[in-house]
């Protein structure tokens, strides 16, 4: 592990990796992951995606059914988890509850027969990261959640791994605390220039931390990619809904031109939109973000459409407008309070514009 | 959770309406509930008191109870008060005596008397009987002259220093003999003559028994209680049923099954000697083998039970921690899930260990004549000899072992003793 390494080639990949439990469903099916060094790299998912599963057998509890995982171009699949080297922060923390703090902290040192001058030393500087100083000889039971969130983090960096896994560590913190701790954890990731991949299902906390996020549904990587890019343009539909809010209308793909196409809705309108994973003559959905949409006034133009506002709410800093269009009731626009007519009243007709550029054509996703 | 916000600020205290404190008004409601949690286990302590405190606290007392001279001869030992023992007693005093033996004579009392004289010193329970039988004196004649006349040893002042000696409301006696000590003539505590030594050696011998049967209990109850905590429920469950089996059937019909399974003819020798390791058949029975084997057999749902309730509440992710942080499976059980189970242990241990204690039938059936633990004396008294003072005196000293056990455990296992558990 000494060894210097190619900043190029990847800290961890996986490859075709796939595992089973009951030899019937794959929980993961055919994963291929490189994982950058130094980078923040969130796994996010609904439960049962997969995600956690994937986690787990990069730090040596599972083993994949098939397929490859190499960790500093290492095949380590079977290598037991205790000569891996990898830090992992647990969800509810797991410090050992008859250990003080100071002696979580040195557990993994003595374990790696550091002289204890340096086991002290590090022990410390453990301490410092997380500012918790003056907690060495209290018992985990007697700090804080966010205390031993952060514990629990100096812990799994006390022994200098260059990758370090984290299982939903702040699902436990109440609001306030989770993004206080998104922060000071990107900060030390960055601080440090370890690898870190991040177990989450909650999007805004995967938004805030990773430099890209993989999003898992169903055992598949739906899309991997920086937080802007994932945003603003997923690639099918259910990252589309899974990240942010997203407005959907059905219809059938008309014409392809390259990075354009046309789709006519079933009212029969026809928008033009960025082609996503669909082909011409294919059934389409066009998503699009409620803060892209366009209160268009009388002005023609592309991408027009013509609603019935339904409800108004007020958010202080923006206005969120339920309208009806195309007899799709779910259909919701966000717009800051400085450029809304504030005469609108439930019931009035109004004209959106969707920006082509903003607007995607994906795949219709199966009925549940 | 506390977070960065400090909510313990000093705010005024605000009071009620009518103006009572709030601390008053704490109190009170308080007080409402604790009232509400004594009525709940009134019953429960009722019974403890009636069935359970009360008995033994009477049945202890037995144990230093005096009242053979002390109840029957009020007279004689109210005129000894004032003797200085140095010289057999004045007229007074054997007048004193011969009126309350003859009011004795042909009650039960007079068989008490010489009883309880005789363990002072082997001769004078027919040294009362013989008197009794020549009672009344003639009430011309000086009761000393009389008495001396019946029996010389009247005369003598070893007898008096007994009567004096037997004559207390409580007695060590029965406590000193069943730690094998005496008090001899002069008033000292003596050890007791090495052929009457008995007591000592079967209390050690009750606690070493009882130290390895729990040993035992526990070699071979974790690993049951480990895998029925990490197996899955419905499998574990099963284990559980195995584990319980044997509380399905009494104690007497386990005893039984290992006699038939243990002796010279049984299943087991007959595998052995069929399996050629050994020629003749092993004596297992009758000994302390038999007993160690039927003791672990009864006992250990006791040690599974209480590990298991701990080691289903250690998370696994413990040991999973512990092998990412870099330690071997083996250490990190030692170090990580081991010490967590500790409370268990301890539970466990102290349960076994305090029933082995007063164990009585399976040594009683399977052991031979060296294998007798306490209890085996204690129903030996009560039941063969009707020496309830003996009885009482054992039991006394093995509650005070079995409490002291306990406040060891207290102080070095004990729940509120395990540093970590009390921030719970």
Redesign the interface.
Known sequence: MEAVHNRQAPHVSFRNVQKTYDGETLIVRDLNLDIRRGEFLTLLGPSGSGKTTCLMMLAGFETPTGGEIRLDGEVINRVPPYRRNIGMVFQNYALFPHMTVADNLRFPLRVRKLAPSEVEARVKRALDMVQLEAFGSRYPQQLSGGQQQRIALARALVFDPQLVLMDEPLGALDKNLRERMQLEIKHIQQKLGITVVFVTHDQSEALTMSDRIAVFNQGVIQQIDAPEALYEYPTNSFVADFIGENNALDGTVVAVAGEECEVRLDCGTVLRARTGNVGAGGRARIAVRPERVQLAGEAEGTNRLDATVRELIYLGDQIRLRVELAGKHEFTIKAPVSQLDRSLRPGDAIRLGLDPAHTRALDVPAAH | ???AVDTSAALPLPAAGDGTPLKKRLRRAERRRNLLFGALILPLALVVLVAFIWPIGSLLTIGVDNPEIHDNLPRTLAVLEDWNGSAPPAETAYRALADELTAAKGSPAIAAIAKRLNRENAGYRSLVMKTARKLPLDAAVPAREALVAIDAQWGELATWQAIHRAGGALTPFYLLASIDRMIDADGNIVVAPEEERIYVDVLLRTFWMSLIVTVCCLVLGFPVAYLMASLSTRHSNMLMIFVLLPFWTSVLVRVAAWIVLLQNEGLVNRLLMWLGLTDSPLQLLFNRFGVYVAMDHILLPFMVLPLYSVMKGI?P??M??????????F??FW??YF??TLPGIGAGGLLVFIMCMGYYITPALLGGPKEQMLSYFIAFYTNQTINWGMAAALSAVLLAATLLLYMVYARYLGPTR???M???
Do not use: D, E, F
Not at chain 2, 320 to 329: N, Q, T, V, W
């Open positions: 959770m506390s977070t998370s992710v413990y999973r921690a512990a092998l990412s942080l870099g330690c071997p499976p250490r990190s170090k990580i010490p967590q395990v540093k970590y009390k921030a719970r």
